[in-house]
């Protein structure tokens, strides 16, 4: 099943029939919101607002660990997670797409794994996957991120953009900063030094708690503004939530044209189901 993080109005899309609401509980807590399960063109999709309903979350406390869980109990395989983020390649425009393919992590406190060893949740298997027994065993996991972002789900993202006529980039390197504050001119040109093409705040943990599940993830990301010291003006959230809203529509185009690729789709040449195979100790 395919399913979308994103903000809390993804759902409300022309010709989507909602099914319901499902509050889940995961040995994590529960997840920022229900998750909403619908139809769209025929085919179910699960949809989570990462910072729940009126953006109650704020980045480094968002549950992360409980979202992704949630949706993999409830069949998801395929997500797409949307994120607004600064640019630091000065080649990339406000309101441009990106389909990031690395990520530089600087969070600091957020929870980057399910399998804490002696330490994680007590947990009863519900079925035979192997993420869940991972876990009741308290067995610890290294997961290999050479390539984080799934290649077909980049792939049919890159395809959509294309069809659409929308202003993309197939790539990109995402910096993950802890937040809620933005950041220093100084971490800015660091970052660019690094390598880094955008910056934001959700996308780690979640790329990686993704793959800790083998689900097949890929980061679809809006440039609402430049990054620190690039415009040479003060920063404000006023300006990346009116640029998303400008994206909105867009979004959602994005969203129901991918659907149906994504569930046409049968050749995944990806490793993404395979991420736990050698992984355990």
Not at 37 to 50: D, H, I, P, T
Request: glycine share 8%.
């Amino acid at each position: 099943m395919l399913a979308f993080i994103g903000g809390s109005g993804l759902y409300n899309l022309p010709g989507i029939e909602i099914l319901e609401e499902i509050k889940v509980e995961t040995p994590f807590g529960e997840p920022s919101s229900p998750i909403v399960k619908a139809k769209v063109k025929g085919y179910e999709v699960l949809f989570l607002a990462r910072h729940g309903k009126g953006h109650a979350y704020p980045p480094h406390l968002v549950p992360y660990r409980a979202n992704l869980w949630a949706l993999a109990e409830l069949g998801a395989t395929k997500i797409v997670g949307i994120n607004a983020v600064g640019g630091i390649n000065k080649l990339l425009q406000p309101g441009d797409f990106v389909i990031v393919d690395q990520f530089l992590d600087f969070t600091k406190t957020r929870p980057q794994t399910f399998y804490e060893g002696k330490f994680s949740p007590d947990y009863t298997p519900k079925g035979d996957k192997k993420h869940e027994h991972l876990l009741a065993d308290k067995r610890v996991v290294h997961i290999d991120v050479s390539e984080p972002f799934c290649p077909t789900l980049r792939e049919i993202l890159e395809n959509t953009l294309q069809e659409l006529s929308f202003r993309y980039h197939p790539r990109g390197t995402y910096v993950a900063t802890e937040g809620p504050r933005l950041e220093s001119s100084a971490e800015i040109k660091a970052f660019s030094l690094l390598g880094g093409d955008v910056v934001g705040m959700t996308m780690v943990p979640e790329v990686v708690l993704a793959r800790e599940l083998q689900l097949h993830y890929a980061g679809l990301c809006v440039i609402t503004n430049p990054a620190a010291g690039i415009a040479g003006r003060r920063l404000t959230s006023e300006e990346v939530v009116q640029m998303m809203k400008q994206k909105e529509e867009e979004i959602k185009q994005v969203v129901l044209s991918m659907v149906e690729k994504v569930y046409k789709n049968e050749k995944w040449n990806c490793e993404c189901e395979k991420t736990l195979e050698g992984a355990e100790i």
